[in-house]
């Protein structure tokens, strides 16, 4: 048994499928430099991460599953469940080894790289309705996450799309990094939690008149007698609450 560490990214775990075939490796675990603890039963092997390599596993792929199934493997990967890494590996080597089809539900690897995706699809689709802007003294807009899943890379087009003619930050507090947009790229960011939201200066004057009126909105746009709490909280679950201003005590 051959241990492959990687960097934890996409890239680097394409470069593990690559290094697989190039080194004719059977049996094989994959880790990070993080979650690596050596045992007596396997060796490890560190796997450095080549866009060149990367880029060729990724087109084979698409030569022999379709863009869906590749995306489905990508929001897979972007779950960051323990189990993912090596469910990606072995999808791929029965792609390429054995000519799997992508809708062999019969599988469990391909069974269950379907129920992760469709997981983290239904997360991004929560982030794209759930996300609330807020503008900062230095005209930027700034919104805080915390979703279960990396969805970031996932919605950066649509918000991109959306919000074309102002700048904005999405920042994920749970990964401590975030995507800004400047008016003509999408691009990562990290800073420390206190250049944001904790900060009660970093926000317009106006700011504080604007959630008031969008919290008078939601106020008296809700009908009491129609109220279903149940429903309701079945497609805005209480963890989203804390970001989402209309939920929030004056």
């Not at 593990?16 to 603890?37: H, N």
């Not at 691009?187 to 206190?194: H, L």
């Amino acid at each position: 048994m051959t241990t492959l560490i990687y960097d934890g990214s996409w890239f680097g775990l394409l470069c593990c499928i690559f290094d697989i075939y190039e080194y004719k490796l059977g049996a094989v675990s994959v880790s990070t430099p993080e979650r690596y603890q050596p045992d007596a039963f396997s060796a490890p092997r560190e796997v450095h991460t080549d866009t060149q390599h990367a880029a060729r596993v990724s087109k084979g792929l698409l030569k022999n599953v379709s863009a869906k199934a590749y995306a489905d493997l990508y929001a897979c990967f972007l779950s960051e469940l323990p189990e993912v890494p090596a469910l990606i590996v072995r999808y791929a080597r029965a792609v390429f080894s054995e000519k799997l089809s992508e809708t062999a539900f019969g599988n469990p690897d391909v069974l269950r790289v379907t129920q992760i995706s469709k997981m983290v699809s239904r997360e991004r689709h929560r982030m794209k309705a759930f996300i609330r802007f807020q503008l900062t003294a230095d005209n930027i807009y700034f919104a805080e996450v915390e979703p279960d899943f990396n969805v970031l890379p996932l919605i950066m087009g649509h918000f991109k799309n959306r919000y074309a003619d102002q700048e904005w930050i999405i920042f994920d507090k749970k990964r401590q990094y975030g995507i800004y947009y400047d008016l003509q790229r999408v691009e990562e960011v990290q800073f420390t939690f206190s250049e944001g939201k904790s900060n009660p200066n970093a926000f317009a004057e106006s700011e504080a008149l604007y959630q008031n009126m969008w919290k008078d909105y939601f106020k008296h746009v809700s009908i009491d007698s129609r109220k279903n709490t149940a429903l309701h909280l079945r497609h805005v679950p209480k963890r989203y609450w804390k970001h989402l201003i209309e939920k929030q005590v004056y």
